[in-house]
C-alpha cells in the first residue's frame, strides 16, 4: 500500500514536470511549446507551433496517460507515459544537435535550457513510480460451498473455512469415519 502512494506521488510529480516543460526554454531561450509536435520525426524548423500542435500535446497526452495508470493502479501505464516523454525528449535532442550542429549546455539562454531538464526529470520520475509501485494486489480466491462444507477453490486438501474449522474431504486414519478405522483401542491404550 505504502508502495503504491509514494509511486503515486513520484508519478503526479513528474507528469506535472513534462506538462510545465513546454512553458520553459528548451533551446536558445526558445520555449518547447513552439517546437512542432513533427519536428522530432522531421528535423527543427524556424515555424512556430500553436500550443496544441506543439511540444505540449505530447506532454499533455503523457500526463493523461499518468493520470489513467494511477487510476487505474497499472504499473505498465505508468511505464508507457515515461517512456512517451523521455523518448520524444531524447528524440527532439538528436533533431535539435542535427539542425545546430551541436548540443550546448551553459547557464545562459544560449544552449539547453531547463524546460529539458524538466522534461526529462518528469520521464525519469514516471519511470521510476511505475518501478516502485506494486500494481494491483491480487486477492485470494473466494470460498465455494461443497457438500462436505466451506472449501477454497484450488487450495488444499484440507482447506480452512473462514471459521476457522477443519473439514476435511477425506477422513484420516485416526477419525471414526475412516474405512478400517479400530472398534477398540489398542491394547496400550486400554484402561486397566
Known sequence: MIRNVIGAVLAV????????SPFVAWYEG???????????FTGITAERADLWTSLFLVMAVAGVVTLVGLLLRSRLTVLLAGI???GFTILWMVRQGQAAGNLTVTGDDTGVGWGVALALGGGLL?????????????RAPAYVEHEHGNH???G???ARSRDNTRHDVIPGPDRPEYPGYPDEPPPDERRT
Open 152 to 154: 477454497n477453490v484450488g
Open 13 to 20: 510529480v513528474g507528469a506535472a514536470a513534462a506538462v510545465w
Open 126 to 138: 514516471l519511470l521510476l513510480a511505475a518501478a516502485v509501485m506494486t500494481g494491483r494486489v491480487r
Open 84 to 86: 512517451i516523454v523521455l
Open 156 to 158: 488444499p486438501r484440507h
Open 30 to 40: 526558445r520555449l518547447g511549446r513552439y517546437y512542432e509536435i513533427d519536428d522530432p
